[in-house]
C-alpha cells in the first residue's frame, strides 16, 4: 500500500507542475475545458460568438441615422483545443468585435439657433420659424397705411425717426420704451407708427412688443391676433418663435400682449423678459416698447431697466402740467430721451406749406389726430 500512495502521490506532483511550464512557454491551454481571455478593454468574454467574424484592428462605428459614434474594442481570446481530452495544445489568439453602448443623445437644437444660447444666428432663420397671420392695418391708426402715407402725420413720425437717429449717434440706442403719464395719451399710436416708419427704411428690421399687459391694444391698429403673445412667454406657456409675428412685407415684427391675467407686474420683473430681449435684440435694428403709463402702475419702471431710452407721450392741451412734470422726474432715471407733443390739430403743423395739408389728407390727418 505504501508503494502504491508514493506512486499516486509522485503522478499528483508531475500533473500540477504542467499548468505552470505550459503558461512560460506562450499562455497555452490545458484540458478540454480550458478556455481563458486576455483582455484589451474594460470587457471580459469567455467564449467568442460562432458568427462573430475576425477583426484585425480597433475600429469605430458611424452611426449614421443619429450621427453618433459608436467605439468598438478587441477582445483576444484563446482558441479552443483541437487535440483530444488531456492533450495539451497551444491557443490561436483572435480578435472579436464589441460594440459599447452609445452614450445619452442630448436633443438638437432648432435649425438656425445657436446650441449653447438657443439663440436665432439671423433675422432669416427667425422669420422662418415665427407665426405668420395676415395683419390688416388699420387707415385711422396707421399713418402709413396707402391713403395716408403723404399726410403730415406720416411726415411727423419721419422726423422722429430722423431724431432718433441723431442721438444714435451719440449713445447706444436700440431699445426705446414708449410711455405716457396717464392713460389714454397716444402712446399706442406714437409706438405703432414710429416702427412703422422705421421699418419703411430699405433693409431696416424694426421689433414691436406690447408689454402693456394690463390692457392691451397695440395688436388692434395692425389687425392682428392678441394671443399667443408676451404674457404667454413670461408664464413658460409660449416660445419665443411662437409669440413673434411676421404679418406683412417689409422686416417687421410684432409681440402682442397676450394672455390676460392678474400678475402682470410680477411677470415682468420674473427676469424671462430682459432674456427674450437678449436673445431677439441682436436680430433687429429698433425695439419699440409699448408699456402701461408711468404714474398710476410701476410697470414702466420695471421695463425701462431693459431699455435704452424712453420716450415721454403728452396728449396736447389735455395732460396737466403736474402730471407731466411728475412723469419725468419719475423718468429720468430710466434714460428720458425726449417727449412727444400728440394730438395737435392739423393748423398747427407746418405740412400746409409743403404739400402735406391738401384736401386729399385733410379727413385722414383728423381721424388720426383724435
Same mark, same amino acid.
Given at each position: 500500500?505504501?508503494?502504491?500512495?508514493?506512486?499516486?502521490?509522485?503522478?499528483?506532483?508531475?500533473?500540477?507542475?504542467?499548468?505552470?511550464?505550459?503558461?512560460?512557454?506562450?499562455?497555452?491551454?490545458?484540458?478540454?475545458?480550458?478556455?481563458?481571455?486576455?483582455?484589451?478593454?474594460?470587457?471580459?468574454?469567455?467564449?467568442?460568438?460562432?458568427?462573430?467574424?475576425?477583426?484585425?484592428?480597433?475600429?469605430?462605428?458611424?452611426?449614421?441615422?443619429?450621427?453618433?459614434?459608436?467605439?468598438?474594442?478587441?477582445?483576444?481570446?484563446?482558441?479552443?483545443?483541437?487535440?483530444?481530452?488531456?492533450?495539451?495544445?497551444?491557443?490561436?489568439?483572435?480578435?472579436?468585435?464589441?460594440?459599447?453602448?452609445?452614450?445619452?443623445?442630448?436633443?438638437?437644437?432648432?435649425?438656425?439657433?445657436?446650441?449653447?444660447?438657443?439663440?436665432?444666428?439671423?433675422?432669416?432663420?427667425?422669420?422662418?420659424?415665427?407665426?405668420?397671420?395676415?395683419?390688416?392695418?388699420?387707415?385711422?391708426?396707421?399713418?402709413?397705411?396707402?391713403?395716408?402715407?403723404?399726410?403730415?402725420?406720416?411726415?411727423?413720425?419721419?422726423?422722429?425717426?430722423?431724431?432718433?437717429?441723431?442721438?444714435?449717434?451719440?449713445?447706444?440706442?436700440?431699445?426705446?420704451?414708449?410711455?405716457?403719464?396717464?392713460?389714454?395719451?397716444?402712446?399706442?399710436?406714437?409706438?405703432?407708427?414710429? *416702427?412703422?416708419?422705421? +421699418? &419703411?427704411?430699405?433693409?431696416? %428690421?424694426?421689433? =414691436? !412688443?406690447?408689454?402693456? /399687459?394690463?390692457?392691451?391694444?397695440?395688436?388692434?391698429?395692425?389687425?392682428?391676433?392678441?394671443?399667443?403673445?408676451?404674457?404667454?412667454?413670461?408664464?413658460?406657456?409660449?416660445?419665443?418663435?411662437?409669440?413673434?409675428?411676421?404679418?406683412?412685407?417689409?422686416?417687421?415684427?410684432?409681440?402682442?400682449?397676450?394672455?390676460?391675467?392678474?400678475?402682470?407686474?410680477?411677470?415682468?420683473?420674473?427676469?424671462?423678459?430682459?432674456?427674450?430681449?437678449?436673445?431677439?435684440?441682436?436680430?433687429?435694428?429698433?425695439?419699440?416698447?409699448?408699456?402701461?403709463?408711468?404714474?398710476?402702475?410701476?410697470?414702466?419702471?420695471?421695463?425701462?431697466?431693459?431699455?435704452?431710452?424712453?420716450?415721454?407721450?403728452?396728449?396736447?392741451?389735455?395732460?396737466?402740467?403736474? *402730471?407731466?412734470?411728475? +412723469? &419725468?422726474?419719475?423718468?429720468? %432715471?430710466?434714460? =428720458? !430721451?425726449?417727449?412727444? /407733443?400728440?394730438?395737435?390739430?392739423?393748423?398747427?403743423?407746418?405740412?400746409?406749406?409743403?404739400?402735406?395739408?391738401?384736401?386729399?389728407?385733410?379727413?385722414?390727418?383728423?381721424?388720426?389726430?383724435?
Amino acid at each position: 500500500m505504501s508503494k502504491v500512495y508514493e506512486a499516486l502521490k509522485r503522478a499528483q506532483e508531475e500533473r500540477s507542475s504542467v499548468v505552470p511550464r505550459a503558461a512560460e512557454n506562450g499562455n497555452a491551454t490545458v484540458g478540454p475545458e480550458a478556455s481563458t481571455a486576455t483582455l484589451m478593454g474594460p470587457a471580459v468574454v469567455e467564449k467568442p460568438p460562432a458568427s462573430t467574424k475576425p477583426v484585425d484592428t480597433e475600429t469605430w462605428i458611424q452611426d449614421s441615422a443619429d450621427t453618433v459614434v459608436t467605439p468598438v474594442i478587441t477582445v483576444k481570446v484563446a482558441a479552443q483545443p483541437s487535440g483530444g481530452a488531456g492533450s495539451p495544445t497551444t491557443g490561436t489568439k483572435e480578435h472579436v468585435a464589441i460594440p459599447l453602448q452609445p452614450e445619452h443623445r442630448l436633443p438638437r437644437p432648432a435649425a438656425g439657433r445657436d446650441p449653447r444660447t438657443g439663440q436665432f444666428l439671423r433675422f432669416e432663420d427667425l422669420l422662418k420659424s415665427c407665426v405668420k397671420p395676415s395683419w390688416i392695418l388699420d387707415p385711422k391708426t396707421v399713418a402709413f397705411c396707402e391713403s395716408n402715407e403723404n399726410s403730415a402725420g406720416a411726415e411727423q413720425f419721419r422726423t422722429l425717426r430722423t431724431r432718433l437717429y441723431q442721438i444714435r449717434e451719440t449713445a447706444p440706442l436700440k431699445k426705446i420704451l414708449v410711455t405716457s403719464a396717464l392713460a389714454n395719451e397716444g402712446k399706442t399710436f406714437v409706438a405703432t407708427n414710429l *416702427a412703422q416708419s422705421i +421699418a &419703411r427704411e430699405r433693409d431696416r %428690421k424694426v421689433l =414691436l !412688443i406690447d408689454s402693456d /399687459l394690463r390692457s392691451p391694444s397695440l395688436h388692434k391698429p395692425l389687425g392682428a391676433p392678441l394671443t399667443p403673445g408676451l404674457s404667454d412667454y413670461l408664464r413658460g406657456q409660449a416660445s419665443d418663435p411662437e409669440i413673434v409675428q411676421h404679418g406683412q412685407e417689409g422686416n417687421l415684427c410684432f409681440i402682442a400682449a397676450g394672455t390676460q391675467g392678474s400678475d402682470p407686474s410680477e411677470l415682468l420683473s420674473n427676469g424671462m423678459f430682459d432674456k427674450l430681449l437678449d436673445r431677439l435684440a441682436p436680430l433687429f435694428d429698433w425695439v419699440i416698447i409699448d408699456s402701461p403709463p408711468c404714474l398710476p402702475v410701476s410697470d414702466a419702471n420695471v421695463l425701462g431697466n431693459f431699455c435704452d431710452g424712453v420716450l415721454l407721450v403728452v396728449r396736447a392741451r389735455s395732460t396737466p402740467s403736474a *402730471a407731466v412734470e411728475r +412723469a &419725468r422726474k419719475e423718468l429720468q %432715471k430710466r434714460k =428720458l !430721451i425726449g417727449a412727444i /407733443l400728440n394730438g395737435i390739430q392739423a393748423m398747427d403743423t407746418y405740412g400746409g406749406y409743403y404739400g402735406y395739408g391738401n384736401q386729399k389728407t385733410e379727413k385722414a390727418e383728423k381721424s388720426l389726430l383724435q
